[in-house]
């Protein structure tokens, strides 16, 4: 199944930076006054980019094109207004199961981690806002299975605006040198 592949995808990349920086599967203890805090943030933020990867592989966005965005928002350039007309809800099905097993995982992998003290609103965001965006993508998924192109629209900006109200900030702040949407 694609999407067992694309989560096996992200889990793997969450697996290698962590393993990279010295990360574990299982939370980490509260940072020492040593450089304890530097490792915790190191992991934290390979959480971050790890999870931004999946969002971006799951949106099937390029530095020109974001499919999520045409088949949900009916945009046709990253500048281009939104058009309910212009929505494709199979196209944009396929594309919301992949987001959510992205931000499930997310979540799952947050579960297990400690975030550092200087990313402590960060945190507080991505765990009370992904499960919103969460139960956003599951109505998604259902409006698109419908073939509607509205409801399709209408579910989609819903899940959009949890997003850019909260989320994307919070990957801003702990990933400032990335440009998250």
């Known amino acids: 199944m694609a999407t067992d ?3 096996r995808t992200v889990c793997g990349l969450v697996f290698l930076f962590c393993v990279a920086c010295g990360g574990s599967p299982t939370p980490t203890a509260a940072p020492s006054p040593s450089g304890g805090s530097e490792a915790l943030r190191a992991n934290y ?3 971050i980019h790890g ?3 999946g969002i971006v592989a799951a949106d099937n966005a390029t530095a020109t094109t974001n499919e999520a965005s045409s088949a949900c928002l009916g945009t046709t350039t990253a500048s281009s207004p939104r058009d309910a007309a212009l929505v494709d809800p ?7 199961v992949a987001i959510l097993a992205v931000q499930q995982q997310f979540l799952d992998d ?12 960060d945190d507080k965001v991505f765990r009370s806002q992904v499960p919103r965006a969460i139960a956003a993508l599951k109505t998604l998924v259902a409006a ?6 509205q409801s399709t629209f209408d579910a989609a900006t819903a899940y959009v605006d949890i997003m850019l109200s909260s989320v994307i900030g919070a990957l801003d702040d702990v990933e400032p040198s990335v440009h998250h949407y």
């Open 5 to 7: 592949g694309r989560r």
């Open 45 to 47: 933020v390979a959480l």
């Open 51 to 53: 999870y931004w990867l």
């Open 90 to 96: 199979a196209k944009c099905r396929v594309r919301a």
């Open 110 to 121: 947050l579960a297990m981690t400690v975030a550092p003290r200087q990313f402590a609103d």
């Open 144 to 149: 698109a299975a419908t073939g509607k192109k």
